[in-house]
């Protein structure tokens, strides 16, 4: 392998020459509480995700299957996570994943239309614990578009 550094931002990349895409599918290792498809999803998102896409907006996005799974780190408070989503209805929900044992810490319905982003907020409730990452899960008929996704 070879690589040189250069002025673009870095990209999380596993290019299937080097790596099993099999032992991909259920790798995440979040390390922040932003995700932008394209630069950091990679580690941030399980199975389900289609290739990236860029729209004609320019916007990189990646489509989820009926359900899509996105990891986060959140800082020591958090109260919402927010999505940005095209093209897709259902219900965004926020967890955290206590080895198993869910809870809930906040859920919306969604309807955002195919012509623009749509930023779908979910209030994260007070049971949020600082060193548990938050499990944000897309639950949509089709699927949904999504460019971003965060903590704050």
Not at 60 to 71: K, L
Request: glycine residues 10%; aromatic residues 8%.
């Amino acid at each position: 392998m070879r690589a040189r550094k250069t002025a673009k931002p870095f990209v999380w990349r596993f290019p299937d020459r080097l790596f099993d895409g099999g032992h991909l599918a259920f790798h995440m290792a979040p390390r922040d509480s932003r995700v932008v498809m394209g630069e950091n999803d990679v580690i941030h998102t399980a199975m389900g995700w289609s290739d990236l896409h860029h729209g004609a907006d320019g916007v990189a996005f990646r489509r989820s299957s009926p359900v899509g799974d996105i990891y986060l780190i959140g800082g020591e408070s958090v109260h919402q996570a927010t999505a940005s989503l095209r093209n897709g209805k259902g219900e965004a929900r926020a967890w955290h994943d206590n080895a198993g044992d869910l809870k809930l810490l906040g859920s919306i319905a969604f309807d955002a239309p195919a012509g623009s982003w749509t930023t779908v907020t979910i209030p994260i409730s007070a049971e949020y614990e600082a060193s548990n990452p938050i499990h944000i899960r897309l639950d949509t008929a089709a699927g949904v578009d999504v460019a971003t996704c965060a903590a704050s």
